[in-house]
């Protein structure tokens, strides 16, 4: 399983620590460290921007930029894949519209399954794509609640066939965080974990504490990127929440 760190993380020199021989996810909403991933990172794959726009009550209308920027992205060998655009709270006519619309090769493209869809768009998705994403949403949209589980393990059953092996390279938006990712077939997972968290002083607390955020960021990374996925889903619902550990989600 691929571990991507989303961007921005700062000061970059705690960006350097987390993604040296390492993954990033950087975004078109805050694009400004590509440069610093291509420098350092094994691999890249970018988002849509979709989701900070949407949080921030200003869903992107026009996608003509973020084709271009994937357009030049594509160019980059060590970049793997490019999220096609969404929109987060639309119908799955409107995804769809967005998928007819994508101008880059399909390859490169993985679309977004929300998990208020229908599970015959996910069918359909899996069956065209070589890796679709896997986004909450709607009554999902609070990762590893008890909810939240039981409409994975719906998706799991479309995705993977009866031995629990992957029909197609799933990735896991925002679901990096080790008690969700060590339970689901993922070939990759992405999160702003590393950056959200490392500035948060309150949060590291205990006898010897990281004092800076280089530190702090490397300590998270060897969290995150000790764990793994399995290779086959295991038809096992977690009978625990996990949607306390807000820090990790």
């Given at each position: 399983?691929?571990?991507?760190?989303?961007?921005?993380?700062?000061?970059?020199?705690?960006?350097?620590?987390?993604?040296?021989?390492?993954?990033?996810?950087?975004?078109?909403?805050?694009?400004?460290?590509?440069?610093?991933?291509?420098?350092?990172?094994?691999?890249?794959?970018?988002?849509?921007?979709?989701?900070?726009?949407?949080?921030?009550?200003?869903?992107?209308?026009?996608?003509?930029?973020?084709?271009?920027?994937?357009?030049?992205?594509?160019?980059?060998?060590?970049?793997?894949?490019?999220?096609?655009?969404?929109?987060?709270?639309?119908?799955?006519?409107?995804?769809?519209?967005?998928?007819?619309?994508?101008?880059?090769?399909?390859?490169?493209?993985?679309?977004?399954?929300?998990?208020?869809?229908?599970?015959?768009?996910?069918?359909?998705?899996?069956?065209?794509y070589p890796r679709i994403c896997i986004g909450s949403s709607g009554e999902f949209a609070t990762i590893g609640t008890t909810a939240w589980w039981g409409q994975m393990a719906r998706a799991m059953r479309v995705l993977c066939n009866d031995d629990g092996e992957p029909l197609c390279r799933i990735h896991g938006l925002r679901m990096l965080n080790p008690e969700i990712f060590t339970r689901l077939p993922l070939s990759s997972?992405?999160?702003?974990?590393?950056?959200?968290?490392?500035?948060?002083?309150?949060?590291?607390?205990?006898?010897?504490?990281?004092?800076?955020?280089?530190?702090?960021?490397?300590?998270?990374?060897?969290?995150?990127?000790?764990?793994?996925?399995?290779?086959?889903?295991?038809?096992?619902?977690?009978?625990?929440?996990?949607?306390?550990?807000?820090?990790?989600?």
């Open positions: 399983m691929i571990h991507y760190h989303g961007l921005p993380i700062t000061p970059e020199t705690a960006a350097f620590v987390a993604l040296r021989a390492g993954h990033a996810f950087p975004s078109f909403s805050t694009p400004h460290q590509l440069e610093i991933a291509v420098a350092v990172c094994q691999s890249i794959a970018i988002d849509n921007g979709a989701f900070p726009a949407w949080r921030a009550g200003k869903p992107i209308l026009n996608w003509a930029p973020f084709y271009e920027w994937a357009a030049m992205c594509k160019r980059i060998p060590s970049c793997d894949f490019a999220v096609i655009p969404d929109v987060i709270d639309g119908s799955e006519e409107d995804n769809d519209a967005l998928l007819s619309e994508w101008p880059l090769p399909k390859w490169f493209g993985a679309p977004v399954w929300h998990m208020h869809e229908s599970l015959t768009r996910l069918e359909r998705l899996a069956a065209s997972a992405d999160s702003t974990n590393i950056a959200r968290n490392i500035g948060i002083d309150q949060a590291w607390k205990g006898t010897y504490p990281p004092r800076t955020k280089e530190a702090r960021a490397a300590v998270m990374r060897d969290r995150i990127e000790g764990e793994n996925s399995p290779s086959r889903w295991g038809f096992i619902v977690p009978e625990v929440q996990l949607a306390d550990q807000g820090q990790l989600l």
